[in-house]
């Protein structure tokens, strides 16, 4: 007996006689994909996947069905600069002309796209919902690069700073402790910043930093807040409730605990000619001498007496959360504004514990970072929606090749052995990731679900283009094979000819816009057309 379909097959052999079924091979061998979009939407919806699947297979298909290929142009109704979207993708976030006012724009989805032709686009997918003035004196401004979110995309972090003037700085100020760094190059700020309520519009928290010089980008994991002062070498950690107030948690520096003030003399650390170590610099040296000790290797311990005065003499220059408990700290010589000689601390910030102390070139960090790369690239990011190695992530894939090159070259006499260490020592000189942008989360730019050329990859990645032509071209490949889609994006070079893209967390929308010019119009890339 001859059937044409495996429900058929089944129907038989459980409630008819017992035959021999011949079925047709291609009947098992061929899966056909289902082109009704409805379904995919229903089942991205949903949820559903197939028994035994990947969890991230129903998404390759559905984005690779609706790609952004219809272009539209035209201008917001309040000149503004776009900085991101909320992890969630709800609201879209603006900064007003003068730097001091934030625009709030709530996204009512890809679909609010079509409509009449004489309407604006983006008045149509955009709802302008709160206008946010922030109350700050004439000489603050919003430092632009600065937009960061809360993990529940609840609340912005917004920071603002001011140049202080000349002559207005006393030597106090200069030098507060024994850890201040000696040059005083870089001019001292003042900072506020402030957190505010997506859903409201209102600022629900302040915090003031004056006379003092704090890493430009600061590190938030969760609704932890994670601040660098490289002017008094500590490091601030606040937490936003859920009210949205920054509520100080812990410093890490001069004194590791609230009570440490009450067993040491009172101007142990506050005296910029004191011989005391502070609390932070003393757990590493201690856990470098214990971790000498411990291997029973003479050699260990003559390279750490060897080593101590230079260790002695680093300070913080950057650090980051990894997760909500650790934090990734890089010391490296005061002045040395090259990368060639640092160390990085994990230290459990609660405690005061530290984790581990690694090298420039020490293999156990890039094993670390070759297998989490989105604990230490993009921390902000709440879900890893595609989850993969290091080394196919497009701005790390050329160096981490040429350093399986050079490691594998260098048991032969065709490469010395140092210049594998020169690669590894590369790829961690990038540690803490500290980015001054915001960088773009999309399935577009998935290496997983789309192939395109890495220096494209890495450029759309960070959101910043440089078109040096009268247009830019640019294209992405899906990887499935049963699908020949293909995202084009063609856009005219903008007058600053910096470009900048935009991609929606979730939804099949693009938009590219002029970085410096706000009179410039905007190009939305949907599936839609106007």
């Not at 402790?177 to 001292?188: H, I, K, Q, R």
């Not at 402030?194 to 302040?206: A, D, R, Y």
């Not at 297998?371 to 879900?383: A, D, E």
């Amino acid at each position: 007996l001859k059937v044409s379909s495996m429900m058929e097959r089944d129907h038989l052999i459980s409630n008819g006689p017992t035959v021999e079924v011949e079925v047709d091979t291609y009947l098992e061998d061929e899966v056909k994909l289902n082109m009704n979009i409805v379904n995919h939407l229903h089942s991205r919806e949903m949820g559903n996947a197939r028994r035994g699947s990947e969890y991230h297979q129903n998404r390759q298909v559905f984005y690779s069905l609706i790609v952004p290929n219809c272009p539209n142009r035209s201008l917001l109704s309040t000149p503004s600069f776009i900085r991101a979207f909320s992890p969630d993708g709800k609201y879209l976030i603006a900064y007003g002309m003068n730097l001091k006012v934030v625009h709030i724009y709530m996204y009512n989805g890809v679909t609010a796209l079509p409509g009449r032709e004489n309407e604006n686009a983006l008045d149509r997918l955009f709802t302008r919902s709160h206008v946010v003035d922030l109350g700050i004196a004439g000489v603050f401004q919003i430092f632009i690069e600065n937009t960061l979110f809360t993990s529940d995309s609840t609340h912005l972090v917004v920071c603002t700073n001011s140049s202080v003037l000349d002559g207005t700085s006393r030597l106090e100020d200069l030098y507060v402790n024994n850890e201040s760094p000696a040059t005083t190059n870089a001019p001292l700020e003042r900072y506020r910043i402030h957190t505010i309520s997506l859903k409201t519009g209102e600022v629900t928290g302040t915090i003031s930093h004056d006379m003092d010089r704090i890493q430009t980008f600061p590190s938030l994991q969760g609704r932890i807040l994670c601040l660098l002062s490289l002017h008094r070498q500590c490091i601030l950690l606040y937490s936003i409730s859920d009210e949205g107030e920054l509520i100080p948690l812990k410093s890490l520096g001069q004194s590791m605990h609230d009570d440490d003030q009450l067993y040491l003399p009172q101007d142990a650390y506050n005296n910029r000619l004191s011989y005391f170590l502070s609390s932070f610099k003393q757990r590493m040296l201690t856990f470098l001498f214990k971790r000498a000790k411990r291997s029973g290797d003479r050699r260990e311990m003559a390279a750490f007496m060897r080593d101590y005065a230079a260790f002695r003499s680093f300070r913080m220059v950057r650090c980051q959360l990894v997760d909500k408990r650790y934090v990734l700290v890089r010391m490296q010589k005061e002045g040395d504004v090259s990368s060639n000689n640092f160390i990085l601390i994990l230290m459990e910030w609660e405690s005061g514990v530290v984790q581990d102390v690694w090298t420039k070139m020490d293999e156990r960090l890039l094993d670390a970072f070759e297998h989490s790369p989105w604990s230490f690239s993009q921390p902000f990011i709440s879900i890893n929606r595609s989850p993969f190695n290091a080394r196919n992530v497009p701005y790390n894939r050329n160096i981490f090749r040429a350093y399986d090159l050079a490691r594998a070259r260098a048991f032969s006499e065709t490469l010395p052995v140092r210049m594998v260490d020169e690669y590894r020592q590369r790829i961690l000189s990038y540690l803490p990731c500290v980015y001054s942008v915001h960088l773009n989360e999309s399935p577009y730019l998935d290496p997983n679900l789309f192939t395109m050329d890495d220096p494209l990859a890495v450029a759309l990645s960070w959101g910043r283009i440089k078109v040096d032509n009268s247009h830019a071209y640019f294209n992405l490949f899906s990887r499935d094979g049963r699908v020949s889609s293909q995202v084009h994006f063609e856009v005219g070079a903008p007058s600053s000819r910096q470009l900048s893209v935009l991609f929606h967390p979730t939804d099949p929308l693009v938009i590219f816009f002029d970085r410096y010019r706000t009179d410039q119009p905007l190009t939305v890339y949907s599936p839609y057309s106007s």
